[in-house]
């Protein structure tokens, strides 16, 4: 089965940092994933994650642990752009993505 | 642009009606997925199909059913809509071990 968790809704302010967590039970775990979607829009990729450690890509970095089911995307230096739901996925074997309901964080100056 | 493409972009149909939602995955995958997104509400995995065969399966209806054609194109059909199918429908495709890259959506209204 698969359960995914994320929190609902978070705030931060233009040029901080934030950290969105995500907690996740996987049976034949294969990847974890995070997602950007502005409403009304398709998702868009934004970091991968299959071993443990940090993946860093600009201001986006993500890291997984597989031992705690945990993953968290940390965006640095916020901008105004970046208010948007953020969605956890996780892997199964044959390629299946579970998405969990998504982290919709709001940015203010 | 993801290079996965859907049609129709809008959809407004009656209750009792059926329609089809049509994908195009990027050139070279041979997996497709449907999801469907409500208003405020997480994506839920209908579907998947690798190189024109099912592959897995989520919550979908009895009403919907979908295929996968020898081009790879895909289309989800739903039949006997009801007001609570109105929602975003969303083809994304993907080679093996890749990630997930998603068309812009189908956004079905049923009035």
């Known amino acids: 089965g698969q359960n995914i968790d994320q929190p609902t809704e978070m705030t931060a302010t233009e040029g901080a940092i934030v950290q969105i967590n995500c907690t996740y039970q996987t049976s034949g775990f294969n990847g974890l994933f995070w997602y950007q979607q502005h409403a009304g829009e398709a998702p868009t990729f934004l970091s991968y994650n299959v071993l443990d450690g940090l993946e860093e890509k600009g201001r986006f970095s993500s890291f997984l642990s597989r031992s705690k089911g945990y993953s968290y995307l940390l965006l640095k230096e916020l901008q105004m752009k970046d208010s948007a739901s953020y969605l956890c996925?996780?892997?199964?074997?044959?390629?299946?993505?579970?998405f969990g309901g998504g982290t919709r964080l709001m940015v203010k100056p | 642009d993801s290079g996965v493409t859907q049609t129709p972009k809008h959809l407004i149909t009656a209750t009792g009606q059926r329609v089809t939602l049509r994908c195009s995955p990027r050139?070279?995958?041979?997996?497709v997925y449907w999801y469907q997104q409500s208003l405020d509400q997480g994506l839920q995995f209908l579907i998947q199909?690798?190189?024109?065969?099912?592959?897995a399966k989520g919550n979908i209806l009895e009403r919907f059913s979908a295929q996968q054609f020898p081009d790879l194109h895909s289309e989800l059909n739903l039949s006997s809509l009801e007001l609570g199918d109105s929602a975003l429908y969303f083809c994304?495709?993907?080679?093996?071990?890749?990630?997930?890259?998603f068309g812009n959506g189908t956004r079905l209204t049923v009035t």
């Open positions: 994304a495709s993907s080679a093996s071990n890749s990630p997930l890259h």
């Open positions: 996925a996780s892997r199964s074997a044959g390629n299946m993505l579970t």
């Open positions: 199909y690798y190189n024109g065969e099912e592959r």
């Open positions: 050139s070279g995958d041979l997996s």
